[in-house]
């Protein structure tokens, strides 16, 4: 298993600007699946593993295709000890969108809610809307399926905002874009 040095790490978080992309020409490690998936696990000890996590997500050189880190952003969905969840689900709206798999995780999401999201309503319901529109986006006609399963909810705010993107995709599809 990877171990990052302390001098590695340092040069990490010097180029926290730097994209994952340019890192390759830096930082000499390369994660595959497993060894990132083990740094963001170990990064919940970190003190500062909500931002930690995040750095390492979206930043850490990797060598894996799509596929895995999509795997790993699913898994890492479910996974309530971390901050990240917006942003994992912001890739599953506007990246990763073509595989039915990911509307299972998100209504896994939207059924457990971390504990940060679940007891403030200006939080919780942005936080719900997001989770609609990813499954919105993700392909037709299972996004419309689970939407019409959201929109039986007995919370008037969820099924409003099931309703209303059920509505949107009919009208417009998947891609509003090419629509316009």
Do not use: C
């Amino acid at each position: 298993m990877m171990e990052v040095l302390d001098k590695d790490w340092k040069i990490f978080d010097e180029n926290y600007k730097v994209r994952r992309d340019k890192l390759f020409l830096i930082f000499p490690y390369r994660a595959n699946y497993e060894e990132l998936k083990q740094l963001l696990l170990e990064s919940k000890t970190d003190s500062i593993y909500d931002t930690r996590f995040s750095k390492i997500l979206w930043r850490f050189p990797i060598s894996m295709p799509d596929s895995d880190f999509m795997k790993l952003l699913q898994f890492f969905l479910l996974e309530n000890w971390h901050h990240g969840h917006e942003s994992i689900i912001e890739t599953f709206q506007d990246s990763f969108n073509n595989d039915k798999e990911n509307i299972t995780y998100l209504m896994h999401l939207l059924s457990s809610l971390p504990e940060f999201y679940k007891y403030d309503d200006d939080l919780k319901y942005p936080f719900i809307r997001k989770i609609i529109y990813a499954i919105g986006a993700q392909p037709e006609p299972h996004n419309i399926e689970a939407l019409e399963k959201i929109s039986l909810s007995e919370d008037e705010k969820i099924k409003e905002l099931a309703l209303h993107q059920i509505k949107k995709r009919k009208k417009l599809g998947r891609w509003e874009a090419s629509n316009i």
